[in-house]
């Protein structure tokens, strides 16, 4: 019995992969969107369509039925009583508000019915707010005030208090509800209620999706006790515990052995959030490594060595669920940024390669902090990029130096941004769509001195989550399992180019110019 479960409820999709950790091979793939597959929740990508004042919130039924279609997917293509670990994760910060009904009905489920059919009259709040709400501002201010302050909230919880956590959430659900409110027995993640119905019980919920909540304090991995009374009264008796990572929670429920194949008595690890989930199936749980993807927003990942937490409030601090610490910090000018650099000239992506070609690595003096819209890191917003280096390079006259100074800025920016960290990273295991440009790569090798490695990294959740499982309930090392299974696509690494030196004065100079633009933003 070698096979290992990874589940990943993510915001549009519920996926899994099991693995053979003794061959070293990925044995079943299965994916449920749940706008294709379940089309009745009317939610095509995964919300409820429609939502005011920045409201995002999905059905937590529909990750219930998505569950049972994925493991019945799951079951045609793979034998699953041969799975002797299960984990998973789930998409970060999302509640789930239950009544007192809830530890009874989730502890005597009946394979001869659904799961949301018998959760269903269990829900104290039909609905669940997902990371996409962004409709918390106030409540975010009140509990920043009642506790001293965001760099208070920063320094206890890892992040300042923000929108989509779930402190504030729940604090919102408070306000407009309190009668709801007061009828919730219990609050869990998307991560902790899939595990709960997995093993038939309450599930505590792990560090590193625990630490999306604005709620638990990074120095003990508590829940910090001035912060739950500045969310909601009564808070703390609805919330679960918080484990480490490598905590197996229980075995796996009747319900599941009986209605999909499994084997009895499968232990389940902790489920966990996306994030840190994708750090362990990036091969980067260790200090060390650290993970940039390139998207729509740019994001930078990374085991690390300390527990701190950014004095500037921009990124974020989350449990690694392997050991200690990880940081997460967002750069939302990404590829748009990119692109309206390409654009403003009319280039392809071929110019726009080129570009690196025909100017040097520091850009001649040409600079440019590359904010087309509001940005999160810094927090700040210029309504457009600043282009400083002489009058034809200001009103936009020079393309070529131009698409330099944008990649340049960005990454320069993101280095600046995440030295709170403390990493030396050995190798950037650099992701997403942008990261096959070569030319971009070389930038992001050159301004952080340090080695890039590209990494195909579809299934890095669900990965993660298989991996976890093994390492606590097989017995296998995390290092044999990234061995195995999250090999960097070697044969494209690129070494610094340039000495330190370049990038070290365009930093000064980036960071001289940041500053002004702030003072008169
Ligand atoms: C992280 C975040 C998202 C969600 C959904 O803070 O909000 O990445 O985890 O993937």
Redesign the pocket.
Known sequence: MSYSLGIDS??QSCSALVIDVESGVVVAEAAVNFGDRLPEYGAPSGFIAGGEGGEVHSDPRMWLDALEILLGDLSERCDLSKVAAISGAG???GSVYLNAGWHEVVGSLDSGKGLAEQLDATFSRSTSPI?MDSSTGEECAEIAAAVGGDEVVCAKSGSVAIE?FTGPQIRKFYKSDVAAYEETARIHLVSSFLCSVMIGGDAALDTGDGA?MNLVDISCWEWDGDLVDATAPGLMEKLPAVCGGDSVVGELGEYFVEKYGFSAGVPVTIFT???PSSLVGMGASEPGKVVVSLGTSDTFFAAMPDVVADPAGCG?VFGNPVAGSMS?QCFVNGSLAREGVKDKFGYDWDQFTSAFTVTPSGNGGHLMLPFFSPESSPRLDLGGPVLLGGEVFERWGDGDAAVRACVEGQFINMKLRTAWMGLSPEVIYLTGGASQNDAIAQVVADVFQTRVERLVVSGSVGLGAAMRAAVNSLGKSMGELEAMFCQPDAGSALEPGVEAGVYEAVSEEFERALVAAMATD
């Open positions: 993510s915001t998409q970060q910060h990371w989509r999306g959030g996306d994030n974020h997460l």
